[in-house]
């Protein structure tokens, strides 16, 4: 069952509103501070609907990233293997070039 961005967000708020209060309430247990408390927990519910927003345009951007790029390829298929093929064979050069020089320096040392 696949979430939705607005159930990962709400998800995620409420982890931290949960925290929060926790928190509070270990604070308020350990030195009773009942302003302070409520204070802390509405600056921080303030923080985690801001972190809720952010993260929901982070989601909603990455979605439309990924369907740009399903666009893209269904458009230009070929394209999108030459490019794919061609990133493949350039970080297979770069890892195999490291390679080498592994085998090149343990030869040399006698290892």
Known sequence: METTIDERARDAAAAVRDAAVAA?????AAAPLPVL??????NLTDLADRATRKMRRGF????????EAAHCIKRH???AVGV???????IGTVIGGF???RR???LHRGD
Do not use: N, S
């Not at 509070?24 to 308020?28: D, I, L, M, T």
């Not at 909603?60 to 369907?67: I, P, Q, S």
């Open 104 to 106: 090149f320096i343990a």
């Open 99 to 101: 390679q080498m020089k």
């Open 60 to 67: 909603e951007a990455v979605d439309e990233r990924r369907l």
């Open 84 to 90: 794919t093929l061609a990133f493949g064979l350039a």
């Open 37 to 42: 408390c409520e204070d802390t927990v509405e």
């Open 77 to 79: 298929p070929f394209t």
């Open 24 to 28: 509070c309430r270990r604070v308020a």
